[in-house]
Antibody, heavy 115, light 109 residues
């Protein structure tokens, strides 16, 4: 059974940092592109960042460039999102998405940025 | 960053047919944008229905189909059922980053 389990979300103040983790199992993690997608309250889905299977390529949405860093550990079958200089508008449920065809989705981790 | 546009809302009768579209601010949507379609219901994670314009996953109901139509990506639902009431999002590739559309809230009524 495929599982993607996000963790690390919580309440932080503007300007602070947070690191999300995603533990994967049940599929070929080390061969798959991995992606972070978010959904802010009352808004639609937003593609955040992704990383190639070997970590050699990654892309970010414009508003998080320079603040967020995606990384992965294939030995641990884990994906990470290091978020710094957090803003109120980064408040969202963050989903970990696995597979080259976006087949697998986690249940999400809530990040709340508020003072 | 490109802007991807979808109808904010659509209504379809049970058993009816509806087409949702996905346009790009950069011009015509092509197979090179590798259009994806996702369905999300309240309180649930999204699930992928269509990838690479027309391809379905094993769990995608046969009544859903993807295509390119009039310069846009399209998702057609033929024979709508009550359980299809949900939000639908398209996703396009832009030679690196991807961009979601704003989503279509589909009502089956």
């Amino acid at each position: 059974e495929v599982q993607l389990v996000e963790s690390g979300g919580g309440l932080v103040q503007p300007g602070e940092s947070l690191r999300l983790s995603c533990a994967a199992s049940g599929f070929s993690f080390s061969s798959s592109w991995m992606t972070w997608v978010r959904r802010a309250p009352g808004k639609g889905l937003e593609w955040v960042a992704n990383m190639k299977h070997d970590g050699s390529v990654n892309y970010y949405m414009d508003s998080v460039k320079g603040r967020f860093t995606i990384s992965r550990d294939n030995a641990k079958e884990s994906l990470y999102l290091q978020m710094t200089s957090l803003r109120v508008e980064d408040t969202a449920v963050y989903y970990c998405v696995g597979g080259d065809m976006a087949e697998y989705w986690g249940q999400g981790s809530l990040v709340t940025v508020a003072s | 960053q490109a802007v991807v546009t979808q109808e904010p809302s659509l209504t379809v009768s049970p058993g009816g047919t509806v087409t949702l579209t996905c346009g790009s601010s950069t011009g015509t949507v092509t197979s090179g944008h590798y259009p994806f379609w996702f369905q999300q219901k309240p309180g649930q994670a999204p699930r992928t229905l269509i990838y690479d314009t027309t391809n379905k996953h094993s769990w995608t109901p046969a009544r859903f189909s993807g295509s390119l139509l009039g310069g846009k990506a399209a998702l057609t639902l033929s024979g709508a059922q009550a359980e299809d009431e949900a939000e639908y999002y398209c996703l396009l590739y832009y030679r690196g980053p991807w961009v979601f559309g704003g989503g279509t809230k589909l009502t089956v009524l």
